[in-house]
């Protein structure tokens, strides 16, 4: 404090011209010719070029890119930018409960979900910073003295948020390759790093800065501008987007990069992306360059005064930036109104709803007219799809199957606007009603009727001509790995499926709630399967010509394969008939092959098996072939025999997530099987489980197929779950299964958590319960075994398929219906004992959930090394009635009881595991075991359904030899 006084004291404001030695001359010569002297001032050499204007701009970038990088706060964000591909990356794209390989995409498609936000605060913070740094600091006037124009000073300041912005994601991409290093995976994709990274993300970030100092400078509150910002991505992007307003024209940003598939990469998607993003571009660059006419310098502070300066600060570079801006974005906006309104047809939520809903009002008194059933299907499709179109011509054989005369004929294209048909053409004369032309739906009336148990050749010709940008994605019809089914096809009569199912959707439309299912009883739904009514057994033929690098692969046998010019042609046909249920799959396939011979005491012939997997998927083809292997060896053997000479499985790109069982085809997504890292220690092998639920669809849904009515999925879906656990226990272990089990427990809890209609018990699933068909679907069955065996339960489905056989099964045939659940577990009481009965009402017919505890349990040694364990334990078994409220029940159950032991490693060990008859909520349980036991309980592998499982194992304290043990 001494020193500031002195030295302001002391400090002298005049300019030395001398030694202080000579001060009394000096300073009186000096003041004697302060007056009459001439002092000659520089003149320095003012340019405002390009040069210049070139030479502030990067000076003042690296000024405020040396600035933020010297403060620790930027570097602990950066910290954090890294760490969050090792956080967010340590269970990287979990599938079925199992790792995915950390390859290149799946890394970056989890960094993005987590990194928007992260970098929309790392722009909100900064623009703000920026923008207000000399403000903050009380330095601005002296600052906007400087001969630097407003434009170039705020763009110096964004170019250096946009360098920072790039080093952070640099760094995460490095952070990326270091983990896959880690991970023993080397395959590093710099190149999708980069595309992933700037074409992706950093656009977005661009034009979120852009946009922030457009607030940060028109708006005289950093703070202010902050919430504005804020205000203005959730109305453009979230609040637009939720009330159903979704083109790219108004929904800021216009979304993110397509999704990544090393099959397809970004296929034609690419395109509309950037026309969308170039769109926005201009629009932020238009605010940003406009901005600088408004930003606050020197006093000019209040927005009045800014505006009448205005034209002070205009100049003919920035205004002829800001008419090309404006010229582009009104260029780029016509151009992709005229691809997606124009040659495409865009659908925006809410007029997909008035649509659907419209469609049902016009159409619904047409569902249950009789129409004739297809019975057989000659297709001829060329596909092309490096312009993802398809040309088709094809016939169907229809018969009428009612007892009365048909004299229309009802055809429904499938809806999409890219989709033609072209020509419809009947073996007799016929006239046309396009009516309903706007649905898709077109009447033939026949001159002459189709008279009961007569057929008719229907013959078309359509067209798939893929227009404009789609901003819908369709991901059917790709370059490589095109991948659809029957739907695209002419069908016949009214579709339900159309229709729209959300309740609050069709009370805003008027309509009353629809059933998710017809019920079990539905007269009309039994007699339809899973094509709804169309026609269900057909026989199947198709030629299929594509790229002659790709395979093309339908259901069927490969009768022959040829080229012509740069086209390969591939005919398919059925060996017997298939539902009518088909798909056509084409891409740059590698193939692997091999043979399923059934053993000696079966007369079967081989089957062929193929998978078609893209280049560099070969991680889990061993297991999948495994799959394929062992689910026909145990279905063959414990079902009914396999109906095709060959089985095959076919890649598809990720943008789906499943995989789908066709007739002796199956389409596997890139997503599951292809990619998963597989520990067998400590996972369930997911890509030969996913492979044998598959296999198990030949029987349940192709050999038996279900009634269309509630329940359907219990025996397409649970069976298919059973029987892949089955194969997954006998080729592995009862640990596995039991793993697979208690996570389809846990799949079970959370869905009937989150349904919000009504919850329905297993034999009557409806659809839309996934978590019903598969998860209880996978734990009940599963108890159903235990209760009674294995044998027994597949001495029943075999019954079951014997009798119900799409084909010759002999129920069928003379019922003329499809099978349901009611029929099904009439075949499991057949072998099922007296007491155990009410197992199969607890498991299927009814919503039955327990509560079950070890309250209590200690052990005491015996004379003859023996230990005496007393357990007991609280048992509470509740039953969802029809309004949805638990009741409790009375227990007179067999539950298992199971006693633990310390294994020679330390690990527990369960030594002893019996069922035990409760029949009081509260029991105590004495048993003898051999070793001394160190924990006890009730149902400890969860095999019945416990919301708090647990509580079901308790330490056990004990006696022994005089002493207590803890």
């Not at 070029?49 to 570097?75: G, M, P, V, Y």
């Not at 760490?83 to 799946?106: E, M, Q």
């Not at 980069?194 to 661009?206: A, D, H, K």
Request: aromatic share 14%.
């Amino acid at each position: 404090m001494l020193s500031l006084i002195v030295g302001y004291y002391r400090f002298n404001f005049n300019v030395v011209t001398g030694k202080a030695g000579k001060k009394a001359s000096t300073t009186n010569q000096s003041k004697a010719s302060t007056t009459g002297a001439s002092i000659s001032i520089p003149s320095p050499a003012i340019r405002f070029d390009l040069q210049t204007a070139i030479r502030q701009l990067a000076s003042h970038s690296w000024f405020h890119i040396r600035t933020i990088l010297k403060e620790s706060s930027f570097w602990a964000i950066a910290a954090c930018a890294v760490a969050t591909i090792f956080i967010n990356s340590i269970s990287l794209d979990i599938k079925y409960g199992v790792d995915s390989y950390p390859a290149t995409y799946l890394i970056v498609s989890q960094l993005i979900e987590l990194s928007v936000l992260f970098f929309l605060f790392i722009i909100l913070f900064y623009s703000g910073e920026l923008v207000w740094k000399e403000r903050d600091a009380n330095f601005h006037q002296v600052f906007d003295t400087v001969p630097v124009s407003s434009f170039i000073s705020l763009t110096g300041k964004l170019l250096a948020l946009l360098v920072i912005l790039a080093f952070l994601l640099l760094s995460m991409m490095a952070a990326g390759m270091v983990f896959q290093a880690f991970n023993e995976y080397y395959i590093f994709e710099p190149g999708l790093y980069f595309m992933e990274f700037f074409t992706g993300i950093f656009f977005f970030l661009v034009l979120l800065s852009l946009v922030a100092f457009f607030f940060q400078s028109v708006l005289n509150n950093k703070y202010v501008a902050h919430i504005a910002m804020a205000v203005f991505l959730v109305v453009g992007i979230v609040v637009l987007n939720l009330s159903g307003y979704s083109h790219p024209l108004y929904s800021f940003g216009g979304g993110f990069l397509p999704m990544y598939s090393e099959m397809n990469s970004y296929g034609s998607f690419l395109k509309g992306y950037l026309w969308i993003k170039s769109y926005w571009l201009w629009f932020s660059i238009m605010l940003f360059a406009s901005a600088t006419l408004f930003i606050a310098r020197g006093t000019e502070t209040d927005f009045k005064q800014r505006w009448k300066s205005r034209r002070q600060r205009y100049t003919k570079p920035l205004g002829r930036l800001i008419a090309g801006a404006f010229l582009f974005f009104v260029f780029s906006g016509g151009y992709i109104f005229y691809n997606t309104n124009i040659l495409s047809d865009f659908d925006f939520p809410s007029a997909e709803k008035v649509y659907k809903a419209n469609y049902e009002k016009a159409l619904k008194k047409f569902e249950h007219l009789p129409q004739p059933k297809i019975t057989a299907v000659n297709l001829n499709v060329d596909l092309y799809p490096s312009e993802r179109n398809f040309i088709a011509k094809g016939s169907f054989t229809l018969v009428n199957k009612h007892d009365q005369a048909i004299p229309e004929i009802h055809i429904q294209k499938a809806p999409s606007p890219d989709l033609t048909i072209e020509r419809i053409e009947f073996e007799r004369a016929s006239e046309a009603d396009n009516t309903y032309e706007e649905y898709g739906y077109f009447i033939h009336t026949l001159d002459t009727p189709l008279q009961p148990g007569d057929s008719l050749k229907m013959e078309f010709r359509q067209t798939y001509i893929t227009q404009g940008l789609e901003t819908g994605l369709n991901h059917d019809i790709v370059q490589n790995g095109t991948f659809f089914n029957n739907n695209y096809f002419p069908t016949l009569g009214y579709h339900p499926d159309i229709e729209l199912e959300d309740k609050s959707e069709r009370e805003e439309q008027g309509l009353k709630p629809r059933a998710r299912r017809a019920s079990i009883n539905d007269p009309i739904a039994l007699k339809q399967g899973m094509a709804n009514d169309d026609g269900e057994e057909i026989r199947f033929e198709i030629v299929v010509s594509t790229d002659s690098s790709q395979t093309a692969i339908a259901p069927g046998y490969l009768e022959s394969h040829w080229t012509e010019g740069d086209r390969s042609y591939f005919r398919y046909r059925t060996n017997q008939p298939i539902t009518n249920f088909y798909s056509v799959t084409s891409a740059d396939y590698k193939v692997v092959k091999d043979r399923w011979t059934p053993s000696a005491n079966h007369s079967q012939d081989p089957v062929e098996l193929e998978i078609y997997y893209q280049k560099g998927h070969e991680y889990n083809l061993k297991r999948m072939m495994k799959g394929l292997k062992k689910s026909l060896g145990y279905f063959n053997s414990h079902f009914s025999p396999y109906q095709y000479p060959q089985l095959r499985i076919m890649e598809f790109p990720r943008y789906r997530t499943f995989a789908q069982s066709f007739a002796s085809t199956i389409p596997f997504s890139e997503a599951i099987g292809f990619m998963m890292d597989i520990d067998d220690e400590k996972d369930v092998d997911m890509a030969f489980a996913i492979t044998a639920h598959e296999v198990a669809h030949q029987w349940w849904g192709h050999q038996v197929n279900p009634a269309n009515v509630q329940g359907r999925s219990m025996i397409s879906e649970s069976l298919a779950q059973y029987s892949a656990l089955m194969v997954l226990k006998k080729e592995f272990s009862d640990e596995k299964a039991h793993q697979f089990v208690q996570r389809e427990m846990r799949r079970y809890l959370r869905g009937r958590s989150d349904e919000e209609q009504q919850e329905m018990p297993l034999a009557l699933v409806e659809s839309g319960q996934d978590y019903i068909h598969y998860g209880k679907g996978a734990v009940n069955m599963y108890a159903l075994q235990d209760y009674i065996s294995e044998d027994s339960v597949n001495l029943a489905l075999k019954r079951f398929l014997r009798d119900w056989n799409n084909i010759d099964g002999l129920i069928k045939l003379r019922t003329d219906r499809y099978a349901t659940t009611n029929d099904l577990i009439g075949y499991f009481r057949e072998v099922t004992p007296d007491s155990l009965q009410y197992v199969l009402e607890d498991l299927f017919e009814t919503i039955t959930l327990h509560d079950i505890q070890a309250v209590s349990g200690s052990y005491e040694s015996t004379a003859s090394q023996q230990f005496e364990v007393n357990l007991e334990v609280d048992v509470t078994k509740l039953r969802l009635n029809k309004s949805g409220i638990e009741d409790t029940v009375e227990v007179h159950d067999w539950i298992d009881i199971g006693v633990y032991a310390e294994d020679k490693n330390g690990s527990q060990e369960l030594i002893y595991l019996k069922k035990h008859k409760i029949t009081e909520p509260l029991t105590n349980i004495e048993i003898t075991v051999d070793r001394r036991p160190t924990k006890a309980g009730i149902d400890p592998l969860h095999k019945l359904i416990d919301r708090e499982p647990d509580d079901n194992v308790i330490g056990l304290s004990g006696k022994e030899e005089g002493r207590e043990s803890p």
